[in-house]
């Protein structure tokens, strides 16, 4: 008789912000090991370099006009590969533990007793302040820097009082649609209509492209063709980056 | 006559949280790429198996009870090597845009016509969270995360009142030797002294070590054992690592 199989591994993997040389060494260790690969929303194509021969890839969740794999299935899906033995690479965008439920999803398999490894990854918010040629945190302007998600269905909307109190870099994921509520919010907390803004899409990626403005003028970025997935940036650091800015947005077509 | 020379190139690198294997694809090629190192303090000198032959490399900043070389003499030295038409590879520790005085650095050099690029990298405050086996960011605990310094030269501290009360998960740097005050600050703000807090050393490398614990006990990881350089970490998100962080404390020698 057979002895029980033993679970495959399971790496949760951060996959960067779209560029394939923006992923760690480990992470292109980890991709190269595994069978099976369930990939998530935003990642690159491109990545699928890293793949061994042979090896499945599955793309899971929404992408474009295709149909959505929900969360519980996703999970199931990782999980009965592991429990098959294969080693399975669970790639995400960005880094799994930075609005990636990568907690949630290393938890559930834990809790099934698989293995499970993370691997840190670049987070668009941090490639977004590269693209901008600013630093997140400056000491002359602020003492650190906050990452929120605009909304969240637990718990409606950020406490923007607080966050502008705080003084903090703010980098609003997710926020796309709703621009003009971030805007209005962010006024309503105090905070001065001309700090400086700026709106990155497809940070990190080939497509690349930054919009400038001020808390004010917010919305504008719409006019001008930005779009999801980008990642929103306030804060007095991001007077650093307008003339580069200004000067990538004219060189533009 | 020759004509002026052309400067080089500088790469503003951030090598990750400790880790060799930590620091992504595109950093290992301009590394790998560099004439000159300049290297800061809390780097790991494992790093150095990416420099290419014959480059040099000199280690600039604090270590131990090494001389410290001030930032404007780093700068200096970097201009120079880059005036002299050497490509120059700046290496810092996790992201050179968060914490790492990389926009002030990156900032002269382009004043000085030379051109910089910017390499992302894995800070050590999203690596504690992979030690710790947690998200920073946790759709049943918050909308997202802080990075935070215990104190700047130009602000004092943070404002914890604030910071408290917008929700987020608290990711503290540089704050060991303020643990009593950050406890102070943030109780006084009105977080509960339950809430639970960690303290990773050395986050991502050889030689990295977990506490955990709340914000009533936090100056506990001291007696501990715990010491600079680490980050703190803080909120209901951290309380998903606790049995293993447990684990991992009754293994240690």
């Not at 999980?79 to 949630?104: I, S």
């Given at each position: 008789?057979?002895?029980?199989?033993?679970?495959?591994?399971?790496?949760?993997?951060?996959?960067?912000?779209?560029?394939?040389d923006?992923?760690?060494?480990?992470?292109?260790?980890?991709?190269?090991?595994?069978d099976?690969?369930?990939?998530?929303?935003?990642?690159?194509?491109?990545?699928?370099?890293?793949?061994?021969?042979?090896?499945?890839?599955?793309?899971?969740?929404?992408?474009?006009?295709?149909?959505?794999?929900?969360?519980?299935?996703?999970?199931?899906?990782?999980?009965?590969?592991?429990?098959?033995?294969?080693?399975?690479?669970?790639?995400?965008?960005?880094?799994?533990?930075?609005?990636?439920?990568?907690?949630?999803?290393?938890?559930?398999?834990?809790?099934?007793?698989?293995?499970v490894?993370?691997?840190?990854?670049?987070?668009?918010?941090?490639?977004?302040?590269?693209?901008?040629?600013?630093?997140?945190?400056?000491?002359?302007?602020?003492?650190?820097?906050?990452?929120?998600?605009?909304?969240?269905?637990?718990?409606?909307?950020?406490?923007?009082?607080?966050?502008?109190?705080?003084?903090?870099?703010?980098?609003?994921?997710?926020?796309?649609?709703?621009?003009?509520?971030?805007?209005?919010?962010?006024?309503?907390?105090?905070?001065?209509?001309?700090?400086?803004?700026?709106?990155?899409?497809?940070?990190?990626?080939?497509?690349?492209?930054?919009?400038?403005?001020?808390?004010?003028?917010?919305?504008?970025?719409?006019a001008?063709?930005?779009?999801?997935?980008?990642?929103?940036?306030?804060g007095?650091?991001?007077?650093?980056?307008?003339?580069?800015?200004?000067?990538?947005?004219?060189?533009?077509?």
């Amino acid at each position: 008789m057979n002895s029980p199989l033993k679970p495959g591994k399971v790496w949760l993997v951060g996959a960067g912000p779209g560029s394939p040389d923006l992923v760690t060494v480990r992470a292109v260790r980890a991709l190269g090991c595994a069978d099976v690969w369930l990939v998530d929303d935003l990642v690159s194509p491109e990545m699928s370099c890293y793949a061994r021969p042979g090896a499945h890839v599955e793309w899971v969740g929404k992408r474009g006009g295709r149909c959505s794999v929900t969360q519980a299935r996703i999970q199931q899906l990782t999980l009965q590969h592991a429990l098959a033995g294969r080693a399975v690479a669970r790639v995400k965008g960005g880094d799994p533990l930075l609005f990636g439920r990568g907690g949630e999803e290393a938890a559930f398999l834990r809790a099934h007793g698989v293995p499970v490894e993370v691997v840190n990854g670049i987070s668009s918010g941090v490639a977004a302040a590269q693209a901008l040629g600013i630093a997140l945190t400056h000491r002359a302007h602020c003492h650190g820097v906050t990452f929120v998600t605009a909304h969240t269905s637990e718990h409606g909307s950020p406490d923007w009082d607080a966050l502008v109190r705080g003084g903090t870099t703010l980098v609003i994921y997710m926020g796309m649609s709703r621009l003009a509520a971030i805007r209005d919010g962010l006024l309503a907390a105090g905070m001065r209509a001309d700090t400086p803004a700026a709106v990155v899409m497809h940070a990190g990626g080939a497509q690349e492209c930054c919009w400038a403005g001020t808390v004010q003028t917010l919305t504008d970025a719409l006019a001008a063709g930005m779009a999801s997935p980008a990642v929103v940036l306030v804060g007095g650091v991001v007077a650093e980056a307008m003339p580069r800015v200004m000067a990538l947005s004219s060189a533009a077509p």
